[in-house]
């Protein structure tokens, strides 16, 4: 169900940059009260100037949600939310067997176990309102296959998948969930690596993804962020499985993400 931002109070997870940045100031437009977390404290406090100064009333509450401690202080100092946007993350751009223990363990709690604990924590009394609406961040790479993001591919696939599941759960009970799926975006996790995009897609600016943040807080269930024709390609992959391979490597994808690969491992020597 669609619902009237204003004033409404929003948690914002992984606010401090990249998307985080642009969803908050979207948000703030729209009249929001904004609740920015994240670890770091300066560029929270940094955003919330900006939000404040666009007429917006927000709080900031630092947090690492990796830590179970935190998340649990994070809800109870946030208090009744009208709106979660779990949209932290983190990604690692490497072969399976080049990514350490402590990195595969990351991306499986920061991208999935999180906002799978956020949700739980939020959903009682947005159950008991009988409103409320959850936007889950996830990415095109839940969509398909995404060689040498094989471990942060799989988190966006289950993100995606309790998302539709969790919908159809909350069906009638007035709390809305949502998904957005970006794909090659300008900033953030893969503008920094100055890697471009295959010319078949292309990147989307961050804007467009928070443009698509508030057709999901507008009723949508699922928004995909691309500037490519991506749905005939997925529902042909969905149809005849065998040619997703052929294509990824027909339209440079496969050899975009090693070059990443490959500069990212560069980066990290």
């Known amino acids: 169900m669609p619902i009237d931002l204003h004033q409404r109070k929003v948690l914002l997870t992984g606010a401090s940059g990249g998307l985080g940045v642009h969803v908050a100031r979207a948000l703030a437009g729209?009249?929001?009260?904004?609740?920015?977390?994240a670890r770091d404290a300066d560029k929270l406090s940094e955003l919330a100037a900006a939000c404040e100064r666009a007429g917006a009333q927000v709080s900031v509450i630092a947090a690492d949600l990796a830590n179970p401690d935190d998340r649990a202080r994070l809800i109870e100092s946030a208090g009744e939310i009208d709106v979660l946007i779990n949209n932290a993350g983190v990604e690692y751009t490497r072969r399976l067997l080049d990514q350490s223990d402590a990195q595969v363990h990351d991306q499986i709690a920061l991208n999935l176990a999180v906002p799978i604990d956020l949700t739980r924590r939020v959903l009682p009394p947005m159950l008991a309102r009988k409103r409320g609406t959850i936007v889950n961040i996830s990415s095109?790479?839940?969509?398909?296959?995404?060689?040498?993001?094989?471990?942060?591919?799989?988190?966006?696939?289950?993100?995606?998948?309790?998302?539709?599941?969790?919908?159809?759960?909350l069906h009638g009970t007035g709390v809305h969930v949502g998904v957005v799926c970006p794909g090659f975006v300008s900033e953030g996790m893969?503008?920094?690596?100055?890697?471009?995009?295959?010319?078949?897609?292309?990147e989307v600016r961050p804007q467009k993804v928070a443009a698509g943040v508030m057709k999901v807080l507008r009723g949508a269930k699922q928004v995909l962020v691309t500037e490519g024709p991506v749905r005939p390609l997925l529902a042909l992959v969905e149809?005849?499985?065998?040619?997703e391979a052929p294509m990824l490597r027909m339209t440079n994808i496969v050899r975009t993400l090693e070059r990443r690969a490959d500069a990212l491992d560069a980066a990290q020597d």
């Open 239 to 243: 149809l005849f499985p065998g040619i």
């Open 140 to 169: 095109m790479s839940g969509k398909g296959a995404t060689p040498y993001n094989s471990v942060y591919a799989a988190t966006k696939h289950g993100l995606n998948g309790f998302t539709t599941s969790l919908g159809l759960e």
């Open 190 to 202: 893969w503008g920094r690596t100055g890697i471009r995009a295959p010319l078949a897609l292309r």
């Open 30 to 37: 729209a009249g929001a009260h904004l609740i920015l977390t």
